[in-house]
T-cell receptor, first 112, second 113 residues
């Protein structure tokens, strides 16, 4: 079966660093995505990993270990506007080859 | 430039009514996806088009759901005889090629009373 797990909620304070973990079990693997979704808005793309290792993009970094079925999203220098849901998604090559399988999302609350 | 747009943004239907949800993808994007997102959940795949061809409809929950993209651009998701469990946000996403990043629209929030 297909399963993507991530924590339901996390809290952090402004200026801090937070790591959101994601583990997956899918029948195929062709890349892992992180999306940010503010309440009532569209998911927006944050990062993409297909090879093992760390991808850094400004305040956001994403890590992938394919052998462990594990990824994390690292957010540095947190700002209030980072309060949102963070969605981990896997592109499963066996399912249409292109559709994304999403986790339930992690709601991050950043306080001052 | 214009992103993915969807209309209506909000739709309230009485149980048993038919609804039609529209998606305008980014111009030139070959791939188009429909997802259903229930409250507090991640999006779940419904169906996928490559140009006008519907290549995967395995995620459609029942035969009451029908999607089309007749000219390879605008797509419509139709739900017949709506039921309360159909209440969700319906997201459309497009990408320039099958394996590229997907760009999401703002969604249509459907509430079935």
């Amino acid at each position: 079966g297909q399963n993507i797990d991530q924590p339901t909620e996390m809290t952090a304070t402004e200026g801090a660093i937070v790591q959101i973990n994601c583990t997956y079990q899918t029948s195929g693997f062709n890349g892992l995505f992180w999306y940010q979704q503010h309440a009532g808005e569209a998911p927006t793309f944050l990062s993409y990993n297909v090879l093992d290792g760390l991808e850094e993009k400004g305040r956001f970094s994403s890590f992938l270990s394919r052998s462990k079925g594990y990824s994390y999203l690292l957010l540095k220098e947190l700002q209030m506007k980072d309060s949102a849901s963070y969605l981990c998604a896997v592109r499963d090559q066996d399912q249409a080859g292109t559709a994304l399988i999403f986790g339930k999302g992690t709601t991050l609350s950043v306080s001052s | 430039g214009a992103g993915v747009s969807q209309s209506p943004r909000y739709k309230v239907a009485k149980r048993g009514q038919d609804v039609a949800l529209r998606c305008d993808p980014i111009s030139g994007h070959v791939s188009l996806f429909w997802y259903q997102q229930a409250l507090g959940q991640g999006p779940e795949f419904l169906t996928y088009f490559q140009n006008e061809a519907q290549l995967d409809k395995s995620g459609l929950p029942s035969d009451r759901f029908f999607a089309e993209r007749p000219e390879g651009s605008v797509s419509t998701l139709k739900i017949q005889r709506t039921q309360q469990e159909d209440s969700a946000v319906y997201l459309c996403a497009s990408s320039p090629a099958p394996s590229n990043e997907q760009f999401f629209g703002p969604g249509t929030r459907l509430t079935v009373l």
